[in-house]
């Protein structure tokens, strides 16, 4: 969020906790991925700057193969850009409009 690193990745038991935590700090949107569908929408469609992934959930293997896609996969913008216009406005405490 200060501009030290373009994104992170949390690694936790479940990753259920991190992800929460993390979605607590302004400026964060962490996804909790489990396999690389959700990684590629965390990233694609929602424009995900944190990786949440769960040791006690997914392989190490699945885990490395599922940080490459997301560090591959670029925003897609457009129809995205509503959905994370209004995460903007609720982390103003804007209300919806």
Do not use: Y
């Amino acid at each position: 969020v200060d501009g030290h690193a373009d994104r992170g990745i949390i690694v936790g038991g479940s990753g259920s906790g991190e992800q929460i935590a993390c979605n607590k700090i302004r400026g964060v949107r962490a996804g909790l991925c489990h396999d690389v569908f959700t990684a590629e929408i965390a990233r694609a469609h929602n424009d995900t700057n944190v990786l949440v992934m769960g040791a006690k959930v997914i392989s190490p293997e699945l885990a490395e193969q599922i940080t490459s896609l997301w560090l591959a996969t670029p925003f897609k913008g457009g129809r995205h850009q509503r959905r994370l216009d209004m995460i903007a406005a609720l982390e103003r405490g804007d209300p919806l409009s």
